[in-house]
């Protein structure tokens, strides 16, 4: 088995779930035992750490804990960010979460599988991340977010108009 590049990375992983943190803790450390992981469970603590600690890459629930107002922060400290839904998936949440420059939007059904969506946000850049990532979960996308897939194409072939 080849090392994760999550090896020897700080991730914070975010949610009002202590159960779901304790999977995503499993999953990471399972594939990365070097790599430091952090699991607050509020938005004031989650803030807190974002404003006082580096990390390499944030999980975030979008709903649980103010998601959106971390990712806004998040972003702004230039982490790359997987967004976590346990609602149905949404088109304008996950259209939202990419045009606020998330790298990832997940169905928490896909925990299992969380470690390859990590080492995909630190490999790719912004728009091939996402055309990688709706490429990984074609089967598992619905009719809906077409026009996500429209947009993210579209600022492929038109890189002024980026984000």
Excluded at 72 to 99: C, G, M, Q
Aim: net charge negative; aromatic share 10%; glycine share 4%.
């Amino acid at each position: 088995m080849k090392e994760s590049i999550l090896n020897g990375k700080s991730i914070l992983a975010v949610d009002d779930e202590p159960n779901v943190l304790v999977i995503l803790e499993e999953e990471i450390l399972t594939a990365a035992p070097k790599c430091k992981f952090e699991k607050p469970t509020t938005y004031q603590e989650a803030t807190q750490k974002l404003e006082s600690k580096n990390y390499d890459v944030a999980i975030l629930d979008i709903m649980g804990v103010r998601g959106f107002d971390l990712l806004d922060l998040a972003v702004k400290r230039n982490l790359r960010v997987a967004i976590l839904t346990a609602h149905d998936l949404n088109p304008s949440v996950s259209k939202r979460s990419f045009e606020m420059k998330a790298r990832a939007y997940l169905h928490k059904e896909k925990l299992g599988e969380i470690v390859s969506f990590l080492e995909d946000i630190l490999n790719y850049e912004y728009l091939p991340g996402w055309k990688h990532i709706f490429k990984k979960l074609e089967g598992f996308f619905t009719e809906k977010f077409r026009d996500l897939k429209e947009l993210i194409d579209e600022m492929s072939l038109y890189p002024e108009r980026r984000l």
